[in-house]
């Protein structure tokens, strides 16, 4: 990718009390997913995760529980990306 991030966790996605190495994954997969896609859902399903594109199409997988759907948006500032970790709800 070669540009640097900023990484920012709404309130909501605070709230869920994730542990750090949890959400330093979801970081790490939307880097690696970009600049292709911006945008990714991490939809809890038993005791795994589903990583799509928002449009239905499947990107990953992970074994893990969470609780709770969470959106990971990046934005591209030009020298830098943004990357949002926010729940759907919080939009």
Do not use: C
Request: net charge positive.
């Amino acid at each position: 990718m070669g540009k640097p991030t900023e990484k920012v966790m709404t309130r909501g996605v605070q709230n869920l009390n994730l542990p750090p190495i949890v959400m330093n994954l979801f970081f790490r997969k939307a880097e690696s997913f970009l600049p292709k896609h911006d945008f990714l859902v991490f939809e809890p399903q038993g005791d795994r995760v589903v990583v799509s594109d928002g449009n239905g199409k499947k990107l990953d997988e992970l074994q893990m529980k969470l609780l709770e759907k969470v959106w990971v948006k990046s934005d591209d500032y030009g020298n830098h990306w943004v990357i949002t970790a926010l729940l759907p709800r919080e939009y």
